[in-house]
């Protein structure tokens, strides 16, 4: 009986310590998604690759030169429906505002606009998955859009290199 009662215990600790982590970056997120309301992109047809359906909150980068992926799309055949490939670039902003860049496709320049697709909240780091509003012209006269990831410490303030620069409610 006592072995009973002492795994009976044990199972409702090991519930509710991780019922009480699970939801401990809920608040977090929830207050990020008021902030930050999501954008849609249109992908299904060729023409209109990237075209911003759903317009959320419009952020202005504030870095020069911040890499970005082109965006691109797959089908499995012609019947199929076409899905945005989640490949970003990453820009890590550490807490003391140095910043760390993967390789992209694309340069962005200081006053880009950009939107957010999603917001992810970890214990250890604020990511943002970002779109330019507008395509971005290349340097062979072509135009696409690209993808960014911005990585944050928790602690760091995210509007000073990415002010809001309108909403949507």
Known sequence: ?????????????????????GYASSPDRKTLLERFKLSRIDGPSASADGHVT????????????????ELRFVQANTKS??????DYARVAVGREGQLTASPGDIVL???TRLVVLDVK??????RLLTHTLEPVRLPDGKAVYGCTEFVFD???RIDRWLPVASATS
Do not use: C, Q
């Open 1 to 21: 009986m006592y072995r009973i009662m002492l795994f009976l215990f044990a199972a409702t600790m090991a519930f509710v310590m991780s019922a009480a982590t």
């Open 54 to 69: 759903k317009k959320g909150t419009v952020l202005v980068l504030e870095a020069d030169a911040i890499p970005a992926k």
């Open 81 to 86: 429906p076409r899905f945005h490939v989640p």
């Open 109 to 111: 320049p200081r006053g």
């Open 121 to 126: 909240v970890d214990s250890d780091r604020v």
């Open 154 to 156: 928790p602690s760091t």
